[in-house]
């Protein structure tokens, strides 16, 4: 980095967090956002604001003991990272993934914390989860293991600190789960404490489809703007085959696309003629089976095992809706070659530092998944709204608000990216649209 004090924020990460590659990426790409305006605000460095803003509040690591249904005791890991709460409480996931550890809870709460800032709702930002793989696991043993989850939890959220939410592995069974045991505990209906939650006891329409048709609302404007088109009648390329990628490929085809190729996490299928959703639902949703299967149920179709070359196939829009760098420079010029004129990012930071830049090096917009797929969490903040006025909207009335709101979150960060000189990376735009409206609160709060 050119800037001395940029550099020396970066050098202190790397050196109290050596082993954590995940987190030092997005610090790495945060921190080049900054380039262009940091000598503009001396303030920062005086007030230690950068220091503050890539070292979380809090970090909690706590032992998961929960019964097997052979009865014998297994331990996990668990983790709750409380990044920033100058805008509002602490908001954000748990995942629950055997590859979860401190460096990717790290970089996804600092993520949600400049994702949040983005909303326009008063969120902080936060992240948790656990190394437990509900994979293979009985209904039983998913029960136990969140209630023994929750029961460390619970002692460190609350609607006015910190308020967990559904990611990978963690849907509205195991949100379920989890809100009866902190009700237990709390002997308190604490429907804001916890979202995601079932539509029976506080949970709110759209908000499983939030991420993902939030996605192509986000792309929507992107194209618009960036690409003078649309949807219609572009082929579609979404990886993965989980609530985010599932309602992102109805919204694609709502909105006049062709998804020809999802994926799981052990290969991918290829569909032509169009991916027929209702059999990936069915598949993914209520048989809780592999992608593989919709290759033996649909003729034409094609699977192949393994991730790594479902960019060999054209397309005119890429949505990677999978896991963290998941695209790497050698897959971006897979998509590169194949004729793409746009990427949104539906997962956590599913492209390497390096596939980014040669993306935008060959004129291809990219949509940070801090914008792009803050569909979730802000349907999760409409979710915590509707419960403290105790009552419910209509799914018109919640998809109508979240519209609005990635419409706003296109708009703050391309304005942002013109006024720094960079028009149409939005990469620098979401990060310094977030980063000055959360800086500025911090300042404003003095040292904390």
């Given amino acids: 980095m050119k800037n001395a004090y940029l550099q020396k924020v970066y050098d202190e990460v790397l050196k109290r967090d050596p082993d954590a590659p995940e987190f030092q990426q997005c610090i790495r790409e945060f921190l080049e956002s900054l380039e262009p305006i940091v000598d503009d605000h001396p303030e920062w460095e005086k007030n230690g604001i950068l220091e503050r803003f890539v070292e979380p509040d809090r970090t909690v690591t706590f ?13 996990n890991r668990g983790y709750r990272v409380q990044y920033n709460s100058a805008i509002g409480p602490y908001k954000g996931g748990l995942r629950f993934h055997p590859s979860v550890n401190l460096s990717i809870i790290k970089f996804l709460g600092f993520e949600m914390n400049l994702k949040n800032g983005l909303t326009t709702l008063p969120m902080g930002g936060g992240k948790g989860g656990s190394d437990f793989d509900p994979h293979g696991k009985s209904d039983g043993e998913i029960m136990r293991f969140c209630q023994a989850f929750m029961t460390e939890l619970t002692r460190h959220i609350g609607q006015f600190t910190d308020i967990p939410a559904g990611d990978i592995g963690v849907g509205a069974r195991e949100i379920g789960y989890m809100f009866g045991q902190l009700k237990r505990i709390k002997n ?90 209702d059999v990936v639902k069915d598949i993914k949703l209520n048989r809780r089976a592999r992608i593989r299967v919709y290759a033996d149920e649909v003729p034409g179709s094609v699977y192949t095992e393994g991730c790594r070359n479902i960019w060999d196939i054209p397309c005119q829009i890429a949505l990677p809706c999978a896991t963290q760098n998941e695209v790497d420079a050698e897959e971006a010029k897979k998509i590169i070659a194949g004729g793409a004129i746009a990427l949104a990012e539906g997962a956590n930071m599913p492209c390497t530092i390096e596939a980014v830049e040669l993306l935008h090096a060959a004129g291809i917009p990219v949509g940070p998944a801090k914008a792009a797929n803050a569909g979730g969490v802000s349907t ?69």
């Avoid at 993965?240 to 992102?248: D, Y």
């Fill in 188 to 277: 308190q209906f604490e429907g804001a404490t916890l979202t995601g939650k079932g539509l029976t006891f506080g949970g709110s329409l759209a908000r499983t489809e939030a991420t993902g048709y939030g996605i192509c609302y986000f792309t929507e404007e992107m194209l618009k703007t960036l690409c003078d088109t649309d949807f219609n009648g572009k082929t579609v390329i979404i990886t993965g085959s989980g609530n985010v990628a599932i309602f992102c490929a109805e919204k694609v085809m709502q909105l006049g696309g062709k998804v020809v190729a999802m994926s799981d996490s052990n290969g991918y299928i290829h569909d032509p003629r169009g991916i027929d959703l």
């Fill in 63 to 75: 032992r998961v003991a929960w019964v097997d249904d052979e009865g014998k005791v297994q331990v």
């Fill in 380 to 448: 999760s903040g409409l979710e915590m709204t509707q419960n403290s006025m105790r009552l419910s909207w209509s799914f018109e009335e919640v998809d109508e608000r979240l519209h609005g709101i990635m419409r706003n979150i296109f708009k703050a960060a391309y304005d942002a990216s013109v006024a720094v000189g960079k028009p149409g990376n939005l990469v620098v735009g979401a990060n310094v649209a977030s980063f000055l409206k959360i800086s500025e609160a911090m300042l404003a709060q003095g040292v904390m």
